[in-house]
Nanobody, 128 residues
Framework: QVQLIESGGGLVQAGGSLRLSCAAA????????MAWFRQAPGKEREFVAA????????RYADSVKGRFTISRDNAKNTVYLQMNNLKPEDTASYSC?????????????????????WGQGTQVTVSS
């Protein structure tokens, strides 16, 4: 049984930082592209960041470039999202997702429908 468990969300003031973690179990972590998506109330789910199996390639949504950093530790089966200079518009539920991939150093997709495994999400609230 695949489990993706997020942690690290919370309430922070604008300009502050949070670090999200997603611990994976029940899958071969190093064989999966990992990504973070978010969804705010009344809005569609949107891509935030993704990282290749090797960790050498990352992709970001334009709205978070320069502020967020995705990383992974294959030895710990964990992916992280460091979020700096947070803005009220970053308020959302953040979920990690895993996609089995045959490519090692490429993020092959950022389309949420192509990620087969999902966590429950962790809430991030940024106050102005």
């Amino acid at each position: 049984q695949v489990q993706l468990i997020e942690s690290g969300g919370g309430l922070v003031q604008a300009g502050g930082s949070l670090r999200l973690s997603c611990a994976a179990a029940g899958l071969t972590f190093s064989m999966h592209t990992m990504a973070w998506f978010r969804q705010a109330p009344g809005k569609e789910r949107e891509f935030v960041a993704a990282i290749s199996r090797s960790g050498s390639t990352t992709r970001y949504a334009d709205s978070v470039k320069g502020r967020f950093t995705i990383s992974r530790d294959n030895a710990k089966n964990t992916v992280y999202l460091q979020m700096n200079n947070l803005k009220p518009e970053d308020t959302a539920s953040y979920s990690c997702a895993a996609r089995y991939s045959v490519v090692y150093s490429v993020v092959d997709t950022v389309t949420f429908r192509e990620y087969g495994n999902w966590g429950q999400g962790t809430q991030v609230t940024v106050s102005s």
